[in-house]
């Protein structure tokens, strides 16, 4: 452990801290929140939102969407935020749950580097990348808060459990999954926290009792009756992204063009809805049928190698690690795989880090190959096949590098100790190379 930081210095590092999460949410909120025109809250949630706020409860529970779980947690905040500011209101509302959660987990991360004697810029940076993710600021911006809260919820549960308390973090995990169903693969991480049967089973039951009290109030209202909003959370035919594993399982389309119009809007009745132009590639049919249950069947699979692999040096942080390695894994396997879909896994990854007294560095190049990879590649002079090849060159690496680094620490630690000697032996070779004068 390093030397901490001295008492002298405390006052003013814990002040720096606390602007540069104060910074960071307040841009979140500012940049975020400026508008829902045009992204998925729009379409998906705001009906349900709009009947919740003109009191029509019945109504608002038929017309939640596939995350209606997140939105019926947000409802406290819905009904205030539309009070003061009406339809925008209830949306920068519903961002402040997902906010302030994300804004509690870089204060007690940061504060426990400096704890650890980490330097205060590493310290900064931790808390920027919780509070002030670039993620969570796309994620607001596609208009979905919610991924802020559950993203936010998979991560302090974990982090419950590596704390010793595996029943409150059970009942955290449960609800985040009970709010949107890709929490799931979070599941299986909590559980490892048990130290015995009975714990285990506890476990379970709290997490089973936590997800009804969120779903059994929408089960009972739906139950016999269709909703009638937009199916957003299901698996719709024709929709099939780029950036996934399964990209080039796709047959060509020979209507696509690289200069064809993103999205056409139409708006009927103040309503908006979207035409979708043709795709570089087509979907086959079956890979909408096995992504989602591949991704959540990973995540236990995972999560049983690591509990057979369990050792001495399988601390319980690295739990931490395990979430940010099936976060990631769902992002390359979902054939919908979105920029913001890699929140969790980065959050889980500076966490990861920051628990153990490290800086944040894996965490904050996963950061840099998503916004690269999502918003500096150009859409306009790149074909998504191109675009999917470049991110998958990191991508896929990176999975399997946090994967090995869970299961097998001694092994990962091996061959990255080879790679470093071996760096350090060709580097200063390199360097004298590079810099003798031409001939």
Known sequence: ????????????????????????????????????????????????????????????????????????????????????????????????????????????????????????????????????????????????????????????????????????????????????????????????????????????????????????PIIAVQHGERGTAAPVATRATGIFKPMNLFWFTGRSDPAWRIDAPAVVQHVEGGAASYDKPPQQRIEPGWVGRVTHPLIVAGAFAIAFLFALRRSARNRKEDLLLLLASVGWWRCLLDSWNVDYYALCASLALVAWSAWRGRAPLPGLLLLLGVWVSFELLPERSMSPDLRTAVYLAWALPAGVAMTWRALAPASFGRLTGAVRRRAEQVLPTLTRQLGAPAA
């Open 1 to 216: 452990m390093r030397n901490p930081i001295p008492l002298s210095r405390r006052r003013t590092s814990t002040a720096l801290l606390a602007a540069a999460i104060a910074l960071g949410t307040l841009q979140l909120f500012v940049l975020g929140t400026a508008s829902f025109a045009f992204g998925d809250y729009e379409v998906e949630a705001l009906p349900a939102v709009q009947a919740l706020t003109a009191g029509h409860l019945h109504e608002f529970v038929l017309r939640l969407p596939g995350y209606g779980g997140a939105t019926l947690l947000q409802s406290p905040f819905l009904v205030g935020g539309s009070a003061l500011g009406g339809d925008l209101g209830a949306f920068r509302a519903a961002a402040l749950p997902g906010l302030g959660l994300l804004a509690g987990l870089g204060w007690v991360l940061a504060r426990r580097l400096l704890a650890n004697g980490v330097g205060r810029g590493w310290a900064v940076a931790t808390a920027l990348a919780l509070a002030g993710s670039p993620i969570a600021l796309l994620a607001l911006q596609a208009g979905h808060p919610e991924e802020l809260l559950v993203a936010g919820l998979a991560v302090t549960a974990v982090l419950l459990a590596v704390h010793g308390r595996p029943l409150v973090a059970a009942a955290v995990i449960g609800a985040a999954a009970a709010a949107k169903p890709w929490a799931l693969i979070a599941v299986p991480v909590v559980l490892l926290a048990a130290t015995d049967r009975r714990t285990a089973g506890r476990q379970v039951l709290a997490c089973g009792l936590a997800a009804a009290l969120v779903l059994g």
